[in-house]
């Protein structure tokens, strides 16, 4: 995973940037130099996590809000090889889905609460809004964060699996799943490779995402020309094919072609039992 | 916020769930700590971030995961006090989002992406499907967590306002937001105040949240009645009206007319510019 220690503070949060972006890092601490240092782990020695670990990390994830307590979303963790391999091949075939130990899927679980409302004779409709479904997407996702962060400050690494989404009803028939409750997406976990290290990607200036009091454009433009160089050299660092940051993002979302399946998301989430009023 | 050094690691992670859950913690460091330890704060004092916290807070919710990298994600600094106690009223009244010295509200930003599309002269449909908008609503609340993370472990306390999305189209216009941009959530962050500390949340065992290899109700009855039972306790120290939470969430979804105006998201997000194909 690198060593992080051996920069300083203002080292570790420019190289988020692949640039002199901070002047200054005012304050510091372990857990900023876990976040700051993520990189996404895609090569994994095979050993499982010890005992107790994934307990731990659970916790740590249902210690994230939740909005009004609802506590819409749940967790599946699959070890078993096998299907690990069938939902590899679910998400295009990531290799990394069925090599590492642990694969974890985050679930918008809207089925807990409609059960409940059925067994005290209850008849609710507040599920069946688009509201409720983003609330448990957003559960969810709060919930897997602190997962990621916990597992980087044990030295784990870890890979979230968006591509779970190209096939939503296969990935819920292989895991079970009643009706209301969607898998957002995939998280593997596991000891990375020291042979095969990640590096940090850098992300867009500050001058393009963070906005004050009011949404300005006017720096995007010479943000996402810096940002274009900035990728390309860090493609060539990684022995990658090069291409620009602005191109990229045109072509993975120029059409329904281009999404692997999720155009079909919306018929997905009704087939599992989802209205989004 | 409390003092958890003065507790073991397994007695904080037992503290969210007001009873013993876990047997072990196999391991232990500050980063489980902090986020083991998370309470929403809602009593801020109004002194401001020291200067450069933002920026850092920021460079850490970048460095969150972002799908197929497009960081289709923006976030908005608001720290006139006037500004806030709009957003406040919009966000039904809440007084802490008037009072503590910063908001940060999450976009989902299809607009970056769409404007990159026009200049290359390319016409693109990506942005138009569920699935990207809920990769930009995924991609911000992954980043909105770091920030949460980041704000814990520097001693600063936070809440999400997931009811800017009771008014999207009056919170898009104060904040001067374009089309295809969408305001996920707020994020209000300060200094607690000391006079008022914030309790940990006890929330559900994991024998309801954390399936394996396949989804599971067996334990989810026997899970909630036993939850039930740890909140009505949690209510009754923290000198809250009591009420089981298997009634709580089946009343905050009954319908509607409790879900304060969010019932309307599809045509607010369609009035947003976004199509959900």
């Not at 993520?38 to 095979?46: D, K, M």
């Not at 590899?88 to 807990?112: T, Y």
């Not at 819920?172 to 596991?190: C, D, N, Q, S, T």
Request: net charge negative; charged share 20%; aromatic share 6%.
């Amino acid at each position: 995973m690198g060593k992080p220690q051996d920069f300083s503070p203002l080292d570790l949060a420019n190289g988020r940037y692949g640039r002199n972006e901070l002047t200054e890092v005012p304050d510091f601490n372990s857990t900023l130099e876990v976040l700051l240092g993520h990189r996404s782990v895609r090569a994994f020695v095979p050993e499982r996590l010890a005992e107790g670990t994934l307990e731990l990390l659970i916790a740590a994830g249902q210690s994230a809000p939740s909005s009004s307590n609802l506590q819409v979303w749940s967790v599946l963790a699959v070890e078993d090889p096998l299907r690990r391999a069938r939902l590899s091949q679910l998400a295009g075939n990531q290799v990394h889905v069925a090599q590492a130990p642990l694969v974890l899927v985050f679930l918008a679980d809207l089925a807990r609460v409609s059960t409940l409302a059925q067994q005290q004779g209850e008849t609710i409709s507040g599920p069946d809004y688009l509201d409720t479904y983003l609330m448990a997407v957003i559960d969810a996702a709060l919930a897997a964060q602190n997962v990621v962060t916990a597992a980087e400050s044990l030295g784990l690494g870890s890979v979230y699996i968006g591509a779970l989404r190209n096939k939503p009803e296969e990935v819920a028939a292989e895991l079970g799943l009643p009706p209301k409750v969607f898998p957002v997406f995939g998280l593997v976990i596991g000891q990375p490779d020291p042979l095969r290290p990640a590096s940090v990607k850098p992300r867009l200036s500050q001058r393009a995402v963070l906005h004050r009091e009011q949404y300005s454009v006017e720096q995007q433009d010479a943000a996402v020309a810096d940002y274009d160089a900035v990728i390309t050299a860090f493609q060539r660092s990684q022995g990658l094919p090069q291409q620009p940051w602005s191109q990229q993002v045109v072509s993975r979302l120029r059409g329904p072609e281009a999404l692997n399946g999720r155009d079909r998301l919306l018929e997905a989430i009704s087939n599992l039992g989802f209205t989004l009023n």
